[in-house]
């Protein structure tokens, strides 16, 4: 693979023999991260799980103490009164069987979507499609409520909802580039220390098999797994 003037100097930082402490490697990101945009921090983290197994599935939500350093925008599916206060939360789009409608036609962009109970079972023929985005409400990531107004705060204030994809793989956004070193530190810490909790009684053996962490554009460095 032929690879950037930009990407082989960032390369050469970094020791692919070796596992980084969480800031260690932040430093190395950071350092390496030559862009002209504010490059996303990315994080990868493999689980000892069978994916297969759906009582072995890890999702739920991370609160990261710093944000994503991006502004998401949430659509909300909802009726009556909780129209409003959907609109007074701050979301972006809102509505019930219309945005669905919009969501099936492909009308409108969205990063979370929240629904309230009594709009499921309209918003379920949408499930095949949103699903394996990872985009379909679901009470443990606190995206199916009545509580609206508290949900899109949340979920502003920098709540990231996470799950594995069909290999057991973990893909997360913990920060922005030109973060401080300190808050993109504890950013990762916090994704990680609540991952850890989120381990499913049937799992057995290694449950985080390897963590990654990058910039969008940089190469990948191993962190040091944690282990229990």
Known sequence: ?????????????VDKTR????????????EAAKTKFNESVDMVIILGIDAKKTDQTVRGTI???HGTGKTKAIAVVTKGEKV???????????GSNDIIDDIEKNKIKFDVLVATPDMMKDLSRLAKTLGPKGLMPNPKTGTVTFELAG???RIKAGEVPFRNDES??????VGKVKFEEEKLVENVDSAIE???KAKP????????????????????????????
């Not at 693979?1 to 930082?13: C, D, F, G, T, V």
């Open 201 to 228: 009684a049937s799992a057995k053996g290694q449950y985080i098999k390897a963590i990654s962490l990058s910039s969008t554009m940089g190469p990948g460095l191993k962190i040091v797994v944690p282990h229990i």
């Open 63 to 65: 609160m990261l103490p």
């Open 168 to 173: 057991g793989v973990i893909h997360l956004v």
């Open 151 to 153: 949900a899109i705060k």
């Open 84 to 94: 409003l206060e959907a609109k007074e939360a701050g979301a972006d789009f809102v």
């Open 19 to 30: 596992y980084y402490k969480t800031a260690e490697a932040v430093k190395v990101i950071k």
């Open 194 to 196: 609540t991952i850890l």
């Open 1 to 13: 693979m032929n690879r950037s003037k930009r990407y082989n100097e960032a390369i050469k930082l």
